[in-house]
């Protein structure tokens, strides 16, 4: 659940984009616990970044911090609103497990206080690296298992290898919230001088340095002046999120064609929400189907 502050068990963040993108994973869900009520699976619904279960919008859900913060003035007055985890809880019928995973210990305690209004629900609180703890969870035995993933991470955190240990598994059908503007575009430098650090960052969430040749070109100066070749960034948000669809689509089973820009009050797009299925064959083709309409219906 990306977000910053959180106050008492209820997490500060977001605007009308994460209503919407909270708003299109639960229509999915539904649609999701319907199917899979008659089939001989257990099912499970992972939540990466699962924050608190509550939370307050804040003022501008944007990517810039603004100069002076009045909020602790009117912080009381905004709704306390349900987050990711609430919300898969409350979707009939239920999944048979609901796991939260949190870095934060102080947010894990208050995702285990939602058990006490949902006392019917199966609740696995688990805290830690979201990547150590999905990439242990993926290498259990799956055979008899299904879940719905959803990551929603505050940056960059998901590593690619994390993605392919989830595909791995032939499984788990994964909602990500791939970070644009908040991330990806601003390490992109535009000579094509990206710090070791930052390099390093886009190596990891991409899980290949082709990124350097996807997203640059050499542009070759007239001999007249001897200048040696140079670098042009030609990455749109487009292209950034069609390089990281057909990633997806080497590991998973099928990726919907379709996807979501998420973007703030002044039209710049901080995210892509979009999906892949995991489980082959007739399973991935469901899923696929339904998340693809969702999505159609959100452009």
């Known amino acids: 659940m990306s977000g910053s502050a959180h106050n008492g068990g209820v997490h500060t963040f977001g605007g009308d984009w994460t209503i919407r993108k909270l708003e299109i994973v639960q229509s999915y869900l539904r649609a999701c616990t319907q199917v899979m009520k008659n089939q001989p699976f257990r099912t499970a619904y992972i939540d990466a970044f699962a924050g608190t279960g509550r939370r307050r919008p804040s003022d501008e859900a944007d990517d810039a911090a603004p100069l002076f913060d009045f909020s602790d ?4 007055a905004r709704p306390i609103l349900d987050g990711s985890a609430r919300m898969a809880l ?10 939260f995973m949190e870095a934060d210990p102080v947010k894990c305690e208050a995702l285990r206080a939602q058990a006490d209004d949902f006392p019917q629900r199966s609740l696995d609180v688990q805290c830690g690296d979201a990547n150590d703890l999905l990439q242990a969870l993926a290498a259990k035995d799956w055979r008899k298992h299904r879940a719905v993933l959803f990551l929603d991470p505050y ?5 690619w290898s994390t993605m392919k240990a989830v595909a791995d598994t032939r499984a788990i059908d994964v909602w990500v919230l791939f970070p644009l503007g908040v991330a990806t575009q601003r390490l992109l430098q535009r000579d094509g001088n990206v710090p070791p650090g930052w390099a390093s960052a886009l190596t990891r969430i991409f899980g290949t340095e082709a990124w350097r040749d996807e997203f640059y070109r050499a542009v070759q100066e007239p001999a007249l002046f001897d200048i040696p070749e140079r670098l042009e960034k030609t990455a749109t948000t487009q292209s950034i999120a069609s390089f990281y669809k057909r990633r997806l689509t080497e590991v998973f089973s099928v990726v919907a064609p379709n996807h979501v820009f998420l973007r703030n009050s002044t039209g710049c797009p901080l995210y892509m929400l979009c999906f892949a299925a995991g489980s082959p064959g007739k399973g991935g083709d469901v899923a696929l189907r339904i998340a693809d309409h969702i999505l159609k219906k959100d452009l």
């Open 73 to 76: 003035f009117h912080r009381d």
């Open 155 to 159: 940056g960059m955190q998901v590593a």
């Open 90 to 99: 409350g979707v009939e019928p239920p999944f048979d497990r609901y796991i």
